[in-house]
């Protein structure tokens, strides 16, 4: 796509220009069109994005990237030409404007790189497009985007503590009381137009202004490696303020930076919280002040007793300071802050969706199973903390623990089953400062759990007065999957929930237990499917410049990112080559090729340290980078694990440089891709040579080996595969049509069988509801994927107790070939620019899917019911997209569009029939097919 300009002189055109003369078949479509659709001809902008988000504040300046999508009545729309314009205010252009630039993209569209853009500035930016008939539209509704902070600014704020924590040994800093309280007065002495909060702190922060909390986060500043990068979070806080005296208040937590992460490692960042920021007021005037954190602020300690992540928030009533946070509050007892020192190097704007509450759900139901301790469930295995509105007396303690499960036999039954949170005590504590009725939710922690348990009341709260806070990385929704098969449904959903709060500042694996921690398989493997379900452009961008700072000297990464450094330190195959999949997944999902320009030079130090291991034994095998994982993880099959290490290793390199190819062939570097290109199939054959058996058996033999042999389509001959594709199928049914895959081989598995033409055993693993299965986990209750095929077993106890979650999202990445198959909607063109609907309506389970997903170019959609003899089948193509429809029909002439003969309907070319399928080809619009006597 490689775009020219010519500058148009008269921009402000305010009416919708149709061409003088527009080719024929464009003009018939379009009069066909006219008389269906009033508005025809309306052609306009939305979902205008930068850097992934709609109106990002307090983003970086350098490295934007905008994309819109375009609404058009018309089918068959596409873009031939576009304009930007950026200002400073509404509706000019006095920083860019990019002229008529001819060219079909409208994603990723970077501003140069000279632009002069101040830090802390607000720029407004508009589009106009010409469709493929040189049709005019009118400048989209302007968006912004304002940058924050640069390095430069920081200079005059100083990291500050409180006083005695500074001085206090590592170990005293825990004791109670450790936690402090900021503030500081300051006075406006002219009417102010805006301000602007940038803040950050070593722990985690909650900011408040004349009383109020700033801003709708939690958990600031979020996860990264401190060492090297600390996120700076701005708020618009010219609401908050007023002339005269206001009040600054924070409040820290230990957060990441000091309290328990991972694996019950502590303090992996330092001992003493500190706080810096800067509020910027730009008063009517126009003139500036900004109030920085320095000596002038003073702290205590407040009535946070414990804060941390893992164990839980302990909260004192007794200990708080009425109007701490208020202009008028007497401060003469609190200690003049310490200056500690710090890097204002690594500060960096947060560039991607903050932590907020995403949902409230309402307790359903309260048990008692022993006297005294109360159970509340919320129906759905989450990520957040519990509000709950309660009466106590002047000292008295409410415990709240917080548990995935319950126990469900024995004399336990129904109380909480803990001991698969390791050491996180996952317990809040709040103690009344007087007899009164307070509603406590905790500020500083995060748990993951469906069942609340609260002891140390005298009378319990109602049921309607307990609810539990949803909290995660807010990223847009963009997938919905509804599916007429209740279990499979409730698989959507299960899937859907694990992403929702396992992406919390970064991926993690499990929300619940002492660990919590970006590993890198787990996503590599899940990505594809987590980027249907939500826009992941700014999360998974952000969580691959916590890759870049982990990355060693030879290339590779360790599996756990960001690196609690000194913890850990191992990795391996399938783990580190997150670095190439989780990028090149993002990437096909949206089209951006942003995630890939800015991660190139790094992705590309990583492959060639794969291809060095690969490549030492004068081979194209992999039979190195084994290091601490060998073969498939949490596998049901009992195989010599190093063995099967060396077979997943190799398919990994030959997909590894398919994905390089791709993503060296979309950044323009045709040789690069060139020579990729002539790799991949060598690497194939060096698999099939060294482990394909005569028989057409792979080595090893296990479901993964032979899932990524025929779904990375490593066998090239199609007699060998065929071969192998029913050696394939035999080892299924040995192991009686049951999954027996690891976190690696899973994503492979029904991809694998579809590949092979067997859609219908793809359908049968799905819909198994004994164990092993996905069904399973749900028929034994699950609302969030398992961590292991056995997390609880048929009889109902739970597995190994070592490593068990119930909310891992790893076996989720079946999402991927559901959307795909079920929902029909296959990926042909990066971003959905091309794309395939061709849902499997023949297997019986299901009479009706429906799949929507917003993708950057606009809304996709396919929506099938089955009705007797007759499908309807609706499809929603963006404009500047096409689709191949694979409609489930006998003969061209049984499929009517909208009424008309499918044949002739407007926009739909190419309509030939395939066995039991009619093949069509559409550009942009909604098409209603109907097939009368559906195969
Ligand atoms: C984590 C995983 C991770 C694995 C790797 C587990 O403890 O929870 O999901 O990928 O270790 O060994």
Not at 94 to 109: A, F, L, P, T, Y
Not at 547 to 572: C, E, H, M
Not at 797 to 812: K, L, T
Request: one cysteine or more; charged letters at 20%.
């Amino acid at each position: 796509m490689q775009a020219s300009r010519v500058t148009t002189s008269s921009p402000a055109v305010r009416q919708l220009r149709r061409p003088a003369a527009f080719p024929v078949v464009a003009g018939l479509a379009a009069l066909l069109c006219c008389a269906f659709h009033v508005e025809a001809w309306a052609l306009s902008i939305s979902q205008m994005t930068t850097n992934g988000r709609a109106n990002p504040l307090g983003i970086g300046s350098d490295d934007l990237s905008l994309a819109w999508a375009i609404d058009s009545d018309t089918r068959g729309t596409v873009q031939g030409a576009y304009r930007v314009r950026v200002g400073t205010t509404e509706s000019t252009a006095d920083v860019w404007d990019s002229g008529r630039v001819v060219s079909d993209r409208q994603i990723d569209i970077a501003l140069p790189a000279d632009l002069p853009l101040r830090p802390a500035t607000r720029y407004y930016w508009q589009a106009r497009i010409w469709d493929g008939n040189g049709t005019e539209s009118e400048w989209s509704a302007p968006t912004w985007f304002e940058t924050g902070l640069s390095v430069g600014d920081w200079s005059d704020a100083k990291l500050i503590a409180h006083q005695s924590s500074a001085a206090r040994s590592a170990v005293q800093a825990s004791s109670p009381g450790a936690l402090p309280l900021f503030r500081r007065v300051i006075t406006l002495v002219k009417p102010l137009k805006s301000a602007r909060l940038y803040a950050s702190a070593h722990g985690i922060y909650q900011f408040s202004l004349n009383g109020r909390k700033v801003g709708d986060q939690f958990l600031a500043p979020g996860w990264t490696d401190y060492t090297r990068r600390l996120q700076v979070q701005t708020y618009d806080v010219t609401a908050q303020l007023h002339a005269g005296d206001n009040a600054l208040g924070v409040a820290l937590g230990d957060g990441w930076y000091r309290g328990k992460v991972g694996l019950n490692w502590p303090r992996i960042y330092g001992d003493t919280l500190a706080l810096i920021a800067k509020l910027r007021v730009t008063y009517a005037d126009g003139s500036v002040e900004d109030f920085v954190t320095d000596e002038s602020w003073r702290s205590a300690e407040g009535p946070f007793v414990r804060a941390d992540l893992q164990d839980g928030e302990s909260y004192d009533a007794r200990r708080e300071q009425p109007g701490w946070d208020r202009a008028a509050f007497d401060a003469s007892n609190w200690t003049p802050v310490a200056i500690v020192s710090g890097d204002s190097n690594v500060l960096v704007p947060q560039p991607d969706e903050p932590v907020r509450a995403t949902e409230v759900l309402p307790a359903r139901s309260r048990s008692e199973p022993v006297p005294g301790e109360y159970v509340y469930d919320f129906g759905q295995n989450l990520i957040g903390f519990a509000r709950i509105k309660i009466a106590g007396k002047a000292g008295q303690t409410l415990r709240l623990r917080h548990a995935e499960e319950i126990h469900r036999q024995g004399e336990q039954r129904g109380r909480l089953y803990t001991e698969s949170l390791r050491t996180a005590e996952a317990t809040d504590t709040y103690t009344f400062a007087r007899d009164e009725t307070v509603t406590y939710q905790p500020t500083f922690t995060q748990h993951g759990f469906r069942y609340l348990e609260i002891t140390g009341a005298a009378v319990p709260p109602e049921v309607g007065d307990v609810a539990a806070v949803v909290l995660g990385s807010a990223l847009p929704n963009t997938g919905d999957l509804r599916l007429s098969h209740p279990l499979l449904d409730q698989l959507v959903r299960n899937i859907h929930w694990g992403q929702r709060g396992n992406f919390l500042s970064i991926p993690t694996d499990t929300p619940a237990r002492d660990e919590r921690l970006g590993w890198t398989g787990d996503i590599a493997v899940f990505a594809p499917t987590a980027s249907r379900y939500q826009d992941t452009r700014a999360f998974l961008s952000k969580w691959m410049d916590d890759l870049r700072d982990a990355q060693r000297a030879d290339g590779n990464i360790p599996a756990i990112v960001p690196q609690p450094r000194d913890y850990f330190d191992a990795t391996g195959v399938g783990w580190s080559d997150a670095f190439i999949a989780v990028p090149y997944s993002v990437w096909r999902a949206t089209g951006d090729t942003r995630i890939l320009r800015r991660n190139w030079d790094a992705m590309r130090r990583f492959y060639r340290f794969v291809h060095a291991s690969a490549t030492q034994d004068g081979n194209l095998l992999e039979e190195g980078r084994s290091s601490w994982f060998s073969g498939d993880w949490l596998t049901l099959e009992t195989v010599d694990r190093l063995a099967e290490h060396r077979v997943i290793a190799t398919a990994y390199f030959a997909e590894n440089t398919r994905m390089m190819e791709e993503m060296a062939a979309a950044l323009g570097d045709a040789t690069q891709a060139a020579e990729w290109a002539a790799l991949v199939p060598r690497i194939r054959e060096a698999f099939v040579t060294a482990y394909r058996r005569a028989d057409g058996s792979i080595e090893i033999g296990t479901q993964t080996v032979y899932a990524m042999a025929l779904g990375m389509d490593l066998i090239a001959d199609p007699a060998a595969r065929a071969q192998t594709a029913a050696k394939f199928v035999e080892k299924l049914a040995a192991d009686n049509f049951h999954l027996k895959t690891g976190f690696l081989g899973t994503p492979w598995l029904l991809p694998a069988l579809s590949r092979i033409g067997r859609d219908d055993l793809a359908m049968r693993l799905l819909l198994n509801e004994d164990y092993p299965s996905w069904g399973f986990e749900i028929r034994m209750g699950a609302t969030t994927m398992w961590e292991r095929w056995n997390t609880i077993r048929a009889d109902g106890q739970f597995g190994p107790v070592e490593m068990n979650s119930f909310n891992h999202y790893a076996y989720g990445a079946v999402g991927d070939w559901m959307f795909g198959h079920l929902g029909g909607i296959t990926i042909v063109g990066p971003g959905y620019r091309r794309f395939r609907v061709a849902p499997l309506v023949t297997n019986t389970a299901l009479d009706h899917a429906s799949c929507r997903l917003q993708t950057p170019y606009g809304l996709v959609s396919s929506e099938w019911t089955r009705n007797g003899d007759e499908l309807r089948f609706v499809v929603t193509v963006p404009a500047n997209t096409a689709a191949e429809v694979l409609i489930p029909a006998k003969t061209v002439d049984s499929v009517r569009e909208s009424g008309r003969p499918a044949a002739s309907a407007p926009g739909v070319a190419a309509a030939v029939a395939e066995g039991e399928r009619v093949r069509v080809n559409v550009g942009s619009g909604r098409y209603e097919f109907v097939v009368r006597r559906a195969p």
